[in-house]
């Protein structure tokens, strides 16, 4: 399968204070922060507006669970369901079902180290 990630969906971490970090993100690096931290527009090859999440969680967040890090990335991916049929095949651990959302369908894996990290076949349109 070609193309298995398309690019960073987001970046995602624990922190005790989420609002007090996204306040000094917006006051000292010019992040346009919202509650869910900032989002970063661009557009793709084809000339498609797409996203990139930056994301502060409260630091008991269940979100990142059965991983214990810190941090979770997210990749975008062209063919979620492929894609995760295939990594199976290879042996990675998928975590949870598919969820599907009007901004795109998520499925879940861990890496070697434990790291959980979020795939995300986006529909960039749906946040315009």
Request: charged share 30%; net charge negative; hydrophobic share 35%.
């Amino acid at each position: 399968m070609k193309n298995r990630v398309t690019g960073l969906g987001g970046f995602f971490f624990k922190t005790k204070d989420p609002d007090k970090i996204k306040e000094w993100y917006k006051n000292h690096l010019g992040l346009n922060t919202d509650p869910y931290g900032c989002t970063f527009w661009w557009k793709d090859q084809e000339g498609n507006d797409c996203s990139t999440q930056w994301s502060p969680m409260k630091e008991d967040t269940p979100y990142f669970e059965p991983s214990k890090k810190q941090f979770m990335m997210n990749f975008r991916v062209s063919n979620l369901v492929e894609l995760l049929d295939v990594l199976k095949k290879e042996g990675v651990t998928v975590v949870g079902e598919i969820e599907e959302y009007e901004y795109g369908k998520f499925g879940w894996i861990l890496d070697p180290e434990g790291n959980k990290l979020e795939l995300w076949e986006p529909i960039d349109k749906a946040f315009l």
